[in-house]
C-alpha cells in the first residue's frame, strides 16, 4: 500500500512565525497553495498559516453581549475568547494568525488514512512529520494523482 512517503512534496514552502503577513498571503498567492507550514529556525513544524486565516483576519469583530445585575455589567462570553479574536484580527505577523494545533502525519501513513483525514477534517494539506521536524507535505492533488496510470 502506498504511504505519504509515496506522494508527498519534499520541496516544502514554508514560512517563519516572525514573517509578516502580508509576506505570507504573497507566498500563498504566489505559490497557489492552501496552506503553509511554519517552521523555526531548526526545522521544526510550529503552526501552520491557511488561507482560512488569512480571512479570518478580514471578518469584523464580535461584540459580546452585556446584561446588567445589581447595577454591573456581566459579558454573555469570555473576555479570554474576545482577546484571541482581536489578536487573530490585528494580525501583523504569521504567529499571531497560524493555527498551532496541527494535524500531521508520518511518512508511514498509507495515503487511505490521508484521505479520510481530508475528507473528515476538511483539510487540504497535511504536514508530513518525523518527529517534530517537518519532512514533507502532502495535498489534496498529490492524492487525486494516485489515479493515474502510473508511466
Known amino acids: 500500500m502506498r504511504t505519504a512517503q509515496d506522494i508527498m512534496t519534499t520541496a516544502v514552502i514554508t514560512i517563519g512565525p516572525d514573517a509578516d503577513i502580508t509576506e505570507a498571503a504573497k507566498l500563498l498567492l504566489d505559490k ?22 488569512l480571512v479570518r483576519m478580514q471578518k469584523s469583530l464580535p461584540i459580546p453581549s452585556l446584561f446588567t445585575l445589581l447595577d454591573g455589567f456581566v459579558p454573555l462570553s469570555s473576555s479570554a475568547l474576545l482577546e484571541a479574536e482581536v489578536k487573530r484580527i490585528a494580525a501583523s505577523k504569521v504567529a499571531d494568525a497560524m493555527s498551532t494545533k496541527v494535524v500531521t502525519v508520518s511518512p508511514d501513513t498509507t495515503i487511505d488514512e490521508i484521505a479520510t483525514l481530508m475528507v473528515d477534517r476538511k483539510f487540504h494539506t497535511l504536514p508530513v512529520t518525523k518527529g517534530d521536524l517537518l519532512v514533507g507535505i502532502v495535498g489534496m492533488q498529490d492524492i487525486i494523482k494516485t489515479l493515474m496510470p502510473r508511466s
Open 32 to 53: 497557489g497553495v492552501n496552506g503553509l507550514p511554519v517552521t523555526d529556525a531548526e526545522g521544526r513544524l510550529v503552526g501552520i498559516l491557511c488561507q482560512s486565516d
